[in-house]
Every structure is written in C-alpha cells, then in structure tokens.
Nanobody
Framework: QVQLVQSGGGLVQAGGSLRVSCAAS????????MGWFRQAPRKEREFVAA????????YYADSVKGRFTISRENAKNTMYLQMNSLKPEDTAVYYC?????????????????WGRGTQVTVSS
C-alpha cells in the first residue's frame, strides 16, 4: 500500500521561503507522477505542481511559476516543494499526491494516493 508522509511547512513572513517534503513508500515509483495540491480556508483544493518521477518533467500552476520548485530525490523516494517569495495568498494546507501514469494532470480525481496535509501560513 502506497503511503505518503509529509513534513515541513510552518509560519513565515511574506517574501520568505519554506520547504515541504513528501516521503513515499510501498510502491515502485518509476512509473508514477507526484504532485502538490493546496487548500485554503473556504476554498476548493487546487493543483500547485507535479513531477514525473522518471525523467523529472515538471508542471506548475500559473500562480506559483517562478516562485515554487518541485523536485524529487530518487534514493530517498522523497519529493520536495521549495517555496520562495511567499505571499499571504499562498496560505493553505498543502497535500502531496501520487498517481500511476504520466504527468500534466491537474485534477484531484487523477491522483490515487494522498498525504495528510501540512499547514503553510504566510503572514503579511
């Protein structure tokens, strides 16, 4: 059974940086795409970024392009989201997710496995 364990996040001032991590286990991830989503209070969960485990192709939401970087470390089966130039509107619970198959999918229903979420709060 695939498990995704998240860590990182926290509280930072606007303009600062944070990193969230997602450790994956229980699967052969070479055929997976890993993604990050977020959900702000009173809003729907939205796509943030994704990375194809094999080959490393990346995909970003327009709202985070140039500020966030998604990456993975194969030896540790861990994915990261480095968040720079954070804004108050980035405040949300961030979820990692995994799906079998190619990247480029932004809809929640395309992902098979989910982490429990980690809070990121950006103060103004």
């Amino acid at each position: 059974q695939v498990q995704l364990v998240q860590s990182g996040g926290g509280l930072v001032q606007a303009g600062g940086s944070l990193r969230v991590s997602c450790a994956a286990s229980g699967g052969t991830f070479s055929t997976y795409t890993m993604g990050w989503f977020r959900q702000a209070p009173r809003k729907e969960r939205e796509f943030v970024a994704a990375i194809r485990w094999s080959g490393g192709s990346t995909y970003y939401a327009d709202s985070v392009k140039g500020r966030f970087t998604i990456s993975r470390e194969n030896a540790k089966n861990t994915m990261y989201l480095q968040m720079n130039s954070l804004k108050p509107e980035d405040t949300a619970v961030y979820y990692c997710a995994a799906r079998r198959g190619p990247g480029g999918r932004t809809e929640i229903s395309a992902y098979d496995y989910w982490g429990r979420g980690t809070q990121v709060t950006v103060s103004s």
